[in-house]
């Protein structure tokens, strides 16, 4: 039976609820043996667990830690689109928390990709929010079933590993909103996870562990988070601060030193202890939920690792397949060539990197899946080398490669390519591994490209080869779900979470990616990812969504609920998805929002709706979305608040960013006008458009309207109305009174407007 420890904050003394604010030890939140608070461990995170010796620890992973199964990092997870298969590792990453006595698992990581040489992005979802929401809220949700706790990180806007420790990212309130914290507030909502890590950079000019508006007025106060804020490891800098700004949990420990400061803080008023009272009710409440009462036992390593065997196989992306190459048949005489076949890259390097319980290399696996004699290995490349081939290794592969009938070439990123700590400075394979690309498909015209990386590259040799599989950083499991893929064993159904541009160049921040010594400005405001190559007309050489399968699906029968509603109301959209082909499948039906009548800079279109069916061959099923204020919402910059607007969307139905299918509108009506005080000078065109308003304002609009046409045209016999509004409507209210020389208004009847018109909302 757990005990209430919130009913121990009056017997604490304020050194011991000091000391509650920063870590016990590197790993460890501190106890208070005195009155029976025990200390609970949090370990990374997020695809696995890391669990160090608390004499050998460190936060980058150099050091070794307890075996445990490496599940696919978010990549790939985000890849499936699955959102129950996500849950389930949740599930699974919990129960190896369980056994291990881990109170807290940090992860899952949210941050939004908004440079694909962002040197972390393996550990993310998406460059997209609502796809990075759906995927976090499920990893949180299984995880927490199971009664350990989360750690949603890295609060926010920490999308570059470049000076992560001092960056400031200067960016809008919109894009905020929209794009950066729009996955934290959803799963905030929908899971409240046990804690969210703070970022180490500041956010408009402010360390976000002491900015008062993210963590009090957003985090807490708006979006109801209940838990607990731990800085990442290193993360603070003035203690007192943070506190102040509503932050709890210093990580790592500091021994006495943070503590101490916390107690001469109070004692000189610095710091009320009331406010270190609200911290430590929220610990204590932490401890209380997540402290582990009972010992585990050992979770079943075989039975994790075969499911992270078909999580990895459900996680892979088939980018390209022509003449259906894949799957391999098995009259198929196949070369395997890659130092990666052997020697896989299955995680990305960092705080995140676990030592795994086994490895499947896909050369072992491929080869227990073909006919004997079938398959011929040669490793072609070395995998931590950029430099030039040996020529042994190079003319081995073409001889093989021109006496074969398939060639596999696993090619990859070197591990130090993507590591945490570390951006890339460009998108290419390297030049070894290029090299050998090109020569090999100059002997053998089939050749099919295995991708081992946890982040967009540069695909511009695509057209040398007939297939490509991005099997991402698969986890453990990867080797053997690879060869499932290969063989056909299982069909591939991920598809892609974020755009694989033409170019490095075609990249929303590619000119301000990663700023300038401690200061990044995000100039690209909301349009990251699709949402860039949209709007400037650029196509992604992969776009977001795309993945292909071994068998087809068509999409028909689009129906509407209603084609109008109010901006508070909610319709749906159900579309018939068939498997044509000869095979099992599972295809990720898309849903993208476009506002046609957008009064503001807005998206061309954005992702806000998805589903992922299993279908046999010629069956069909119905998919439904849900379309409603969250989905057609924009944050309205000026009102400081979320909009709906009235006017026509499209909602269309695709298999990706770029194949949307069916397509159909509905029209808002009626919204409800942006809250915003008329004054003198507020434009003639925003009264215009509030209904309400406008009808008070309208004689005067039409009398001055009609003075118009009568001065511009001498042919008065018609009061073009619209004609005014278009090209008269930014004057602002007190321009009427100098137009008609205070004929029309004066200053005394434009005050009386001004007070009608504010009483109308
Ligand atoms: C990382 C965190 C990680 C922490 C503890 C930091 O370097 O940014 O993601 O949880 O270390 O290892």
């Not at 998406?126 to 929401?133: G, Q, R």
């Not at 759906?134 to 920490?158: C, D, I, R, W, Y």
């Not at 957003?218 to 290193?234: A, K, N, P, Q």
């Not at 061309?604 to 919402?633: H, M, R």
């Amino acid at each position: 039976m757990k005990k209430n420890y919130q009913v121990l904050l009056k017997d604490l003394t304020l050194e011991e609820k000091a000391g509650l604010c920063s870590g016990g030890t590197f790993w460890d939140l501190r106890g208070v043996d005195r009155l029976g608070i025990p200390e609970i461990a949090l370990t990374d995170g997020p695809h696995g667990l890391r669990k160090q010796r608390r004499d050998q620890s460190d936060h980058l992973g150099f050091m070794d830690s307890e075996p445990a199964i490496c599940f696919p990092p978010a990549v790939g997870l985000a890849s499936s689109w699955d959102r129950e298969l996500v849950y389930q590792v949740g599930e699974a990453l919990g129960e190896e928390c369980l056994s291990h006595d881990v109170s807290v698992l940090l992860g899952p990581g949210i941050n939004i990709k908004r440079s694909p040489l962002c040197g972390r992005n393996f550990e993310y979802f998406s460059e997209d929010p609502y796809l990075t929401a759906q995927m976090g809220a499920e990893q949180v949700k299984g995880t927490q079933s199971k009664g350990v706790g989360t750690s949603l990180k890295h609060f926010a806007v920490n999308n570059q590993e470049t000076r992560r420790m001092t960056i400031d990212a200067k960016v809008s309130e919109r894009a905020l909103r929209e794009i950066y914290l729009a996955a934290f507030e959803h799963i905030v909502k929908e899971a409240q996870p046990t804690t969210i890590m703070t970022s180490y950079n500041k956010v408009n000019g402010e360390y976000v562990n002491e900015s008062k508006h993210l963590l009090q007025e957003v985090l807490r106060d708006e979006w109801g988070f209940e838990g607990v804020l731990v800085s990442d490891w290193l993360a603070v800098d003035n203690c007192i601060n943070g506190i102040k700004a509503g932050h709890d949990v210093e990580m790592p420990t500091t021994g006495n030193y943070s503590p101490n400061k916390i107690v001469q803080a109070v004692k000189s008023g610095e710091l009320l202890e009331s406010e270190l009272d609200k911290v430590v009710l929220r610990i204590l409440a932490l401890i209380d939920k997540t402290e582990i009462t009972e010992k585990h036992g050992m979770y079943d390593q075989e039975a994790h690792h075969e499911f992270a065997r078909q999580v990895a196989a459900e996680t892979m992306v088939l980018l390209k397949n022509d003449d259906n190459i894949l799957p391999l048949s098995q009259t198929d005489k196949v070369l395997l060539i890659g130092d990666l076949a052997q020697k896989p890259r299955y995680q990305g390097s960092g705080s995140s990197h676990i030592i795994p319980t086994k490895i499947e290399n896909l050369h072992e696996e491929l080869t227990k899946l073909m006919p004997e004699g079938s398959l011929t290995f040669t490793r072609g490349y070395e995998a931590e080398l950029d430099v030039a081939l040996s020529n042994h290794y190079l003319e081995e592969a073409c001889e093989l490669a021109r006496q074969a009938d398939k060639v596999i070439l696993h090619l990859g990123l070197p591990a130090r390519y993507e590591a945490e700590g570390l951006d890339r400075s460009h998108l290419n394979l390297p030049e070894n591994q290029l090299e050998l690309l090109s020569a090999v498909s100059s002997f053998n015209s089939n050749v099919i490209v295995v991708l081992s990386n946890g982040s967009a590259i540069d695909l511009s040799w695509d057209d040398q080869v007939k297939s490509i599989l991005e099997a991402y950083l698969g986890g453990q499991a990867s080797g053997g779900a690879i060869a499932d893929i290969l063989v056909g064993k299982v069909n591939p159904s991920a598809k892609l979470a974020e755009s694989f541009p033409e170019r490095l160049q075609d990249v929303s921040c590619y000119r301000d990616f990663p700023g300038v010594r401690d200061e990044t400005v995000y100039t690209d405001d909301i349009f990251v990812g699709y949402r860039h190559y949209d709007k400037v007309g650029l196509p992604a050489r992969y776009s977001f969504g795309h993945g292909l399968s071994y068998t087809n699906f068509t999409y028909s029968g689009l129906t509407i609920s209603s084609k109008k509603m109010a901006a508070d109301e909610q319709i749906e959209v159900t579309v018939t998805v068939t498997n044509t082909g000869q095979v099992r499948g599972k295809e990720i039906v898309q849903l993208y929002v476009l506002p046609l009548d957008a009064t503001v800079p807005r998206p061309i279109k954005e992702l806000k709706g998805f589903d992922k069916v299993a279908l046999e061959p010629n069956e069909s099923k119905d998919v439904t979305f849900v379309v409603n204020q969250e989905t057609l919402k924009y944050f309205d910059s000026v009102a400081n608040d979320w909009y709906v607007a009235s006017g026509q969307y499209q909602l269309a139905v695709g298999k990706s960013a770029e194949q949307l299918l069916l397509k159909t509108n509905v029209t808002v009506e009626n919204a409800t006008p942006l809250k915003a005080t008329v004054t003198r000078n507020t434009p003639v065109r925003d009264v215009a458009a509030d209904p309400k308003k406008y009808a008070i304002a309208r004689e005067l609009f039409e009398t001055w309207y009609s003075l118009i046409v009568r001065e511009k045209t001498s042919d008065n016999d018609k009061v073009d109305t619209e004609l005014g509004i278009a090209t008269y409507n930014n004057m602002p209210l007190r321009g009427l009174i100098n137009f008609s020389q205070g004929q029309l208004i004066d200053d005394e009847k434009l005050d009386e407007l001004i007070t009608k018109l504010n009483a109308v909302q």
